[in-house]
């Protein structure tokens, strides 16, 4: 039977049920599956080291012959030994495996092989107990019978990500067995570019004798017949990533951009007049996109970014009321805003009604942790049209929960969303009598995003940025410290409470369960700990100055402890990052963070947002351990820098896009070959290809190749876009 890219892996030979479960813990269930395993990192054996100039510590391929029978040996701590003597013209070593008796008969006397591994020249004595001359050794080789066309040496050998029970070797013979099958079958979806761009191979896709479809990468990205071969490989099959990625992405788009919505009239001087502060120029700009948006008549897909405290709600609630004093076919239209927790939503709740209800607007909150009477309340509210704006969590996002003329929908810190849900958030909740249109739809992002991964993230969006703060903001003064400062830490606090102020204190792990290469204060063994340090700050009332708030609380304790520290009762909060979104408290002017190099520059930014809000001189004390060099980079960053876009492109670059906010849990699709930062260039080369591949075939149903890259785009954003 002929194999397929789509045939099981269980269809190549030597693969059982075992070894199938094995490959499916690496996401490899078929043989195209088998193909798309890319390596990780090469090893250049096609230089053959003599056995006389090896490097101590040095991976080496040598070729040797065998001169004496394996031995097998154990230690006390029941280890194994298995140790076979080699020569070759220049000198003698000798093979180590490590719990392989059964390699004792492998080899033969007078056999040649080729072996690669680390090489020691520690004092090993010789095998057989000869007390001779010490010699080296190679450590746990990668070995394969000297024949005129050896399979694994003499050129360059993928290393693939693996797991227990998967050799090198095997993945290697499999990948090869594959592509022997079905390497004819593969085809192009994205175009074959004719230029190169670098001496670097950044994306050099022409081979001398023909160009550098997707079939010679894939075979080239396993095993390079050269360096240029590799390069011209790599950077086709980058390119076809991204390609694929920002085609699935223009295709939403569109699809987007061209429904109808609702027309907004956008007279918000009245509540504008209401406010006690004016737009920045930054606000007033962002504002007139935003406006002209929600006049066109079509879908607003919109991406409000900006810093912490740069004035996104502002904007927000301008447009909530634009929607509000806009009449539909009925009534005039609402507003859903989504926010990610039940604080947040709280604190957005209470800014909007402040300002919207004596203007004659109804604002409502769903959030679980209301009584049953209040949620059917609001509901209630929703569903008549009385609720000009219904804010609230996930509640809103339930089937009981309906709108009477919805015309806006709000989310805020959404980036955990996938591209797609943020659209059906949209489309599940639009009006019954809405007429066939679609609210308009705002996504609000505290988070610096660079720019790199705004592109994947938010591609289905227009952005716009918030690039500076309102005026008389002061500069957080931020330190980076050892944990032999913390005593002086505690006494800051302390004087800072006695002046009337408040502070925040991070801590990343909510029990002792958590195990790691660092220790992690426990946020609930910390706050025990600390408490006594401020007992002696009690407040008037009796009430305990020091509280601990962690994400696996109930709501309501949650809620009462945020409003406790709000309100000035609760002078110490000792939290996890459960309030990198939390309330607005002007008064707090001292942020703490433990273990400070567990976060990534941009998560810390957040956090050191919490403080400054208010005309106080405020601090952020970041409290760490490590002697890391990259650890010790972004401390000084953080210390130096206050623009959360420069520091958010340096923690990619520091940490890597597969860390950065932990962008596996925030919608981001994982990169098989591409990396987000060093491949900028191609990652841009794609994005205008793909535009001008809908712009001259919007529905791609005029070409056959058109129509294979719209399947294609339909299966990844059902994978990968969560569609």
Known sequence: MSLGLDSPVTSLRGVGAERAKKLAALNIFTVGDLLGHFPRDYEDRSRITPIGEAEDGAVCTIAARVTGEAEVSSKGSGLIITRLPLRDDSGALDALWYNQPYLKHRFKKGEQYFLSGKVNHRQWPLAGGDSGRPRPVIESPDYELYTGRPASFGKIIPVYPSTAGLTQKLLRSLIRAALSETLDQVTDFAPVLEDSLGPRGEI????????????????????PESPEAFLWARGKLVFDELFLLQAALTYMKGTLDIRPAPVFACDVSELLDALPFKFTPAQRRVWEEIRADLSSGMMMNRLIQGDVGSGKTALAMASAFAAARSAGEAERFQT???????????????????????????????????????????????????SGVVIGTHALLQDSVAFKNLGLVITDEQHRFGVRQRALLAESKASPDGQGLRPHVMVMSATPIPRTLALILYGDLCVSTIDTLPPGRQKIKTYAVTSAYRRRIYNFINKQVDEGRQAYIICPAVDTSVTDVSPMESVLAYAEKTRAVFQDRAAPDGRATVACLHGKMKPADKQGIMAAFADGAIKILIATTVVEVGVNVPNATVMVVENAERFGLAQLHQLRGRVGRGPSQSYCVLITDSQSQVCAERMRALSAIDDGFVLSEMDLKLRGPGDFFGTAQH????????????????????????????????RLERTEGGRRLMDKIKWYTRGKLLL
């Open 336 to 386: 859903a805003l989504l926010a990610p927790t039940e604080v947040l939503a709280r604190q957005h709740f209470e800014t909007f009604k402040k300002y919207f209800q004596p203007l004659g607007v109804t604002v409502s909150l769903l959030t679980g942790s209301l009584s049953a009477a209040d949620k059917n309340l609001a509901r209630a509210a929703a569903a008549s049209g009385e």
């Open 667 to 698: 919608g981001l699709p994982e990169m098989q070959i591409a990396n987000l930062y060093t491949d900028l260039h191609i990652l841009k080369l794609a994005q205008t290809a793909a535009q001008e591949l809908f712009k001259a075939d919007p």
């Open 204 to 223: 050099l896709p022409v081979h001398p004798a023909e160009k550098c479809d997707r079939r010679f990468a894939v075979a080239n990205i396993h095993f």
